[in-house]
């Protein structure tokens, strides 16, 4: 069930029945006013017992609750903890209140919004390192034969070479090079210039994505390989080498840096991924602006199950090439 107010309701009902994956299904709606607190004593023991009679038509046992303001959560509590199992609190429509990466914790008769970035620990660094180097090294091993396979149809397919290379932003602001295989022709950027130049239209485009859905610099087997992320197979060597990870945001072009502002300095906290929630999100059909939140919210919210999903995902994505050209 989600109460409050029918704006912010109805828009956190579509949100969950359009993302069924987060696992949360509403079955109904309440409207309140947004203060719970602007109710008369008499007027919240009808809600309360509407709401009660609503618990057991439908059997629910969690809420989703709007709210507005930290000092509504005492009342919020008092009101709904007798009828319900599980009560989940959601900012308003409005509210500027990020809670990303934050648990709440008593000390003594305090209580405290604790925040942890699990990515600093050294525990779970080192168990990230670990599964970075050996499904790395076990993946560059298993897949050789078709990493030569594609070396060789690129260089039939089009003059230049097989690996190509380009510096990204990495952890502590470090840049590296990122090594890829190459799916564009030559004098990639003259083309791409040329190109925006005689179609302003596109521009647009670029500036909002970076990404093109027609790019006039890819080859052949360039849209192939794109297409199922096969490209991108060479990071291995990336992340067996230290300067990437199998899982996290998504590897920043120099020239992007000024893009993310002040989410940058959390950015580089962590190692760039061959994959992430970015790439299990849609992929290209995001704006930047939709990536840079998906990377934020991946560095606030890490952890090992985190990973395993983000690939799992990332393996079903790939093959049905969703949000790839």
């Given at each position: 069930?989600?109460?409050?107010?029918?704006?912010?309701?109805?828009?956190?009902?579509?949100?969950?029945?359009?993302?069924?994956?987060?696992?949360?299904?509403?079955?109904?709606?309440?409207?309140?006013?947004?203060?719970?607190?602007?109710?008369?004593?008499?007027?919240?023991?009808?809600?309360?017992?509407?709401?009660?009679?609503?618990?057991?038509?439908?059997?629910?046992?969690?809420i989703l609750v709007l709210y507005d303001q930290l000092e509504e959560f005492a009342l919020i509590r008092e009101t709904y903890r007798d009828i319900f199992e599980k009560v989940i609190l959601i900012g308003a429509g409005g509210t500027k209140l990020d809670l990303g990466g934050m648990s709440v914790r008593p000390y003594g008769d305090l209580l405290t919004l604790e925040i942890r970035h699990s990515l600093m620990d050294k525990n779970a660094q080192f168990q990230k390192r670990f599964a970075d180097i050996f499904v790395s090294a076990f993946g560059i091993i298993l897949i050789s034969p078709l990493l030569a396979f594609i070396s060789i149809l690129i260089r039939i397919d089009s003059p230049g070479s097989v690996i190509y290379h380009q510096q990204r932003w990495g952890k502590h602001g470090k840049k590296y090079n990122m090594y890829k295989f190459r799916t564009m022709r030559k004098d990639a950027d003259k083309i791409l210039k040329t190109f925006l130049e005689e179609n302003p239209a596109l521009k647009q485009e670029w500036d909002q994505s970076q990404k093109l859905h027609y790019d006039p610099r890819i080859t052949r087997v360039g849209h192939f390989l794109r297409r199922y992320s096969l490209d991108e197979l060479p990071q291995l060597i990336n992340v067996l080498i230290g300067n990437m990870s199998l899982v996290g945001p998504r590897p920043l072009l120099l020239h992007q840096r000024e893009?993310?502002?002040?989410?940058?300095?959390?950015?580089?906290?962590?190692l760039p991924g061959m994959t992430g929630l970015w790439q299990i999100s849609g992929r290209n059909h995001n704006l930047f602006s939709q990536k840079i939140i998906l990377d934020m919210e991946y560095i606030n919210n890490w952890s090992v199950w985190l990973d395993i999903y983000i690939m799992a995902r990332t393996f079903w994505v790939v093959v049905h090439g969703d949000g790839a050209y």
């Open positions: 069930m989600i109460i409050g107010p029918e704006e912010g309701a109805r828009s956190s009902y579509l949100y969950f029945k359009e993302t069924p994956k987060i696992g949360l299904d509403p079955k109904v709606m309440v409207f309140i006013p947004r203060d719970i607190g602007s109710l008369e004593v008499q007027e919240r023991q009808i809600l309360i017992q509407r709401l009660k009679e609503i618990r057991n038509a439908y059997n629910i046992r969690t893009i993310y502002g002040k989410n940058y300095q959390n950015y580089v906290r962590v």
